[in-house]
């Protein structure tokens, strides 16, 4: 059963960095480390939950997956850029 939730664990990482990606697409430039760090965090978030409440608790580890995915990729992101686009939201 484990096997299918870490498959669980990668996939919520993956779909939290590319709707990173997709939401955010300047603060987010390296589009393909996000999508290696996703997975990576997921599967990593899930797995340590998993170690800690046990099996049973499947609910709580994929939403401890997400939530790491989510704060690990999170830290990839680039402030935004100044210039043209700042000054236009300053001005709204």
Do not use: C, D, N, Q
């Not at 870490?6 to 919520?12: G, M, R, V």
């Not at 760090?37 to 049973?56: F, I, Q, S």
């Amino acid at each position: 059963m484990l096997v299918w939730e870490a498959i669980a664990f990668a996939a919520l990482g993956l779909l939290a960095a590319s709707a990173a990606a997709r939401l955010f697409p300047l603060r987010f430039p390296f589009t393909a480390l996000l999508l290696a760090t996703g997975p990576a965090a997921g599967l990593l978030g899930g797995l340590v939950t998993y170690t800690v409440l046990g099996g049973g608790h499947a609910p709580y580890t994929l939403l401890a997956a997400f939530l790491t995915a989510v704060a690990l990729t999170s830290v990839l992101a680039r402030p935004p850029r100044k210039g043209r686009h700042a000054r236009m939201r300053s001005a709204a």
